[in-house]
């Protein structure tokens, strides 16, 4: 196997740049011939792997945390260079959704004995998502966090925490307009997902039953006005982890239209992207991924 490590030394806690070197060693005993691509600024990881791409390697393998994976499948969507995984970040949903091991050196073992499966992604306006986009409250959160972006190597996800604590009693929901099968609706929402997969924030099922390979894309409505709307709606999904005991919509489309008549701000894969309004839809089969040979979740049908 012929791979490129497109690495963001500054992911998670700043441990990528210092650890990478074991895992390229556990790699290269596999038998796996290894080039290492190191990010310096915000885009770079999806230029390297563009060029990996453009050299005919088997994969590319996203040292980082799933900002580094979402700026690497820009390059891989609709090619046969594979995505794997190394979590270097502060969240690694995708490796939870896999049930990869945390460990970079152990994740690249699976790696070694893994599989490669070919699942849709997500896209908004121009961007490919993985694993989700998220409107309104989980919006203004990322931008909050962008802000703290300097402590996030140190503190891990407690500048999450901060800036959702923060945020929290003075947000108001929007009157969202959305067009999906032939309908146009609005409603009064604090936050919407649009998953291609189920994990939300690392622990919150918020999508519960998207499978990534469906050719479809899992619609939660969070509906609702106020603070007080959003602690209703919030704790139960604190206690439970998932909304299936909230006030939610759920539904399932393939192409939606966001619109609002204020701007509402949206992130994909954990990372602030812009502003309503923005057209989303689903690309089929665009993407191959090393899954672990032991993965068996319906999650990947």
């Given at each position: 196997?012929?791979a490129?490590i ?5 992911a998670?806690?700043?441990?990528a740049g210092g650890?990478?070197?074991?895992v390229?060693?556990s790699?290269?005993?596999?038998g796996w ?8 600024a915000p ?8 060029e990996?791409?453009k050299q005919?390697v088997?994969?590319?393998l ?11 499948i820009q ?6 260079t ?6 270097f970040?502060?969240v690694?949903?995708?490796?939870r959704?896999?049930g990869?091991?945390?460990s970079p050196?152990?994740?690249a073992?699976?790696?070694v004995s893994g599989?490669?499966e070919?699942?849709?992604l997500?896209?908004a306006n ?13 919006g203004?959160?990322v931008?909050r966090?962008?802000?703290l ?10 500048p999450?925490?901060?800036?959702g ?7 108001r ?5 959305l ?5 146009i609706?609005r409603?009064?929402?604090?936050m ?5 997969t ?10 519960p039953?998207?499978?990534a ?5 899992d619609?939660c409505?969070?509906?609702g006005r106020g ?9 139960p ?5 998932s909304?299936s005991y909230?006030d939610v919509e759920m539904?399932r ?5 966001v619109?609002?008549?204020e701007?509402v701000?949206?992130?994909l894969?954990?990372?602030l992207?812009g ?9 089929p089969?665009a ?10 979740s319906d999650?990947?049908?």
């Amino acid at each position: 196997m012929k791979a490129t490590i497109v690495c963001n030394p500054n992911a998670g806690r700043g441990s990528a740049g210092g650890s990478l070197s074991h895992v390229v060693s556990s790699l290269e005993r596999a038998g796996w011939s290894i080039d290492v691509a190191l990010t310096v600024a915000p885009r770079d990881a999806t230029a390297l792997a563009f060029e990996a791409v453009k050299q005919g390697v088997d994969a590319v393998l996203a040292a980082g945390g799933d900002g580094t994976i979402n700026e690497v499948i820009q390059a891989l969507a609709g090619s046969e260079t594979a995505l794997g995984y190394l979590p270097f970040g502060t969240v690694n949903i995708w490796a939870r959704e896999l049930g990869m091991p945390l460990s970079p050196v152990h994740a690249a073992e699976s790696l070694v004995s893994g599989r490669i499966e070919q699942i849709d992604l997500g896209r908004a306006n121009d961007r490919y998502f993985l694993l989700m986009a998220g409107f309104g409250f989980d919006g203004e959160v990322v931008r909050r966090v962008r802000r703290l972006e300097r402590f996030k190597g140190r503190l891990g996800i407690l500048p999450y925490v901060a800036a959702g604590m923060f945020s929290a009693p003075l947000f108001r929901g929007s009157d969202i307009e959305l067009r999906y099968d032939g309908i146009i609706r609005r409603v009064e929402a604090l936050m919407l997902v649009l998953g291609n997969t189920r994990l939300y924030g690392g622990r919150f099922h918020l999508t519960p039953k998207a499978v990534a390979n469906d050719g479809w894309l899992d619609l939660c409505i969070i509906k609702g006005r106020g603070p007080l709307d959003l602690a209703r709606q919030s704790l139960p999904v604190l206690i439970s982890g998932s909304v299936s005991y909230s006030d939610v919509e759920m539904l399932r489309v393939r192409e939606l239209s966001v619109r609002a008549d204020e701007p509402v701000p949206y992130q994909l894969d954990g990372e602030l992207c812009g502003h309503t309004p923005v057209q989303l839809r689903v690309v089929p089969k665009a993407l191959r991924v090393i899954v672990p040979e032991a993965f068996s979740s319906d999650l990947i049908a």
